[in-house]
C-alpha cells in the first residue's frame, strides 16, 4: 500500500505564504510525476501545479502561475508546494497527487491520470 500525507496547510492573510509538503511511504512504486490539485466548496477538484520526473517538467494553472513554485525530490517522493500572494479565492483543500504510468502530456493535468492520492490539507486565506 502507498500513502501520500501532506502537511502544512492553515489560515493566512491575503498576501501571505504557506508551504505545502506532500510524503509518499509504503510500498516501491514507479513514480512518473506527482502534482498538487485543490478542491472549493461545491466546485471540481482542479489542477494546481505538477511536475515530470524525468526532465524536471513543471506545469501550473494560469490561476497560480507567478505565484506558486512546485519543487520535490523523486528518490524521497516527496513534492512540495510554495504559495506566495496567497488570495481569498485559493482557499480549498489541498491535494497531492502521483502518478505510476508514463504519459505522452509532460504533466497531465486531469486527476483520473493519477492513481494515489492524500488525505487533503485546508488552506483558507482571509481578506
Known amino acids: 500500500q502507498v500513502q501520500l500525507v501532506e502537511i502544512g496547510g492553515g489560515l493566512v492573510q491575503t498576501g501571505g505564504s504557506l508551504r505545502l509538503s506532500c510524503a509518499a511511504s509504503g510500498r516501491t512504486f514507479s513514480n512518473y510525476g506527482m502534482a498538487w490539485f485543490r478542491q472549493a466548496p461545491g466546485k471540481e477538484r482542479e489542477f494546481v501545479a505538477g511536475?515530470?520526473?524525468?526532465?524536471?517538467?513543471?506545469y501550473y494553472a494560469d490561476s497560480v502561475k507567478g505565484r506558486f513554485t512546485i519543487s520535490g525530490d523523486n528518490a524521497k517522493n516527496t513534492v512540495y508546494l510554495q504559495m506566495n500572494s496567497l488570495k481569498p479565492e485559493d482557499t480549498a483543500v489541498y491535494y497531492c497527487?502521483?502518478?505510476?504510468?508514463?504519459?505522452?502530456?509532460?504533466?497531465?493535468?486531469?486527476?483520473?491520470?493519477?492513481?494515489?492520492w492524500g488525505q487533503g490539507t485546508q488552506v483558507t486565506v482571509s481578506s
Open positions: 511536475t515530470r520526473w524525468r526532465g524536471g517538467n513543471t
Open positions: 497527487a502521483a502518478r505510476t504510468q508514463p504519459s505522452a502530456v509532460l504533466v497531465p493535468t486531469t486527476p483520473s491520470r493519477y492513481d494515489y
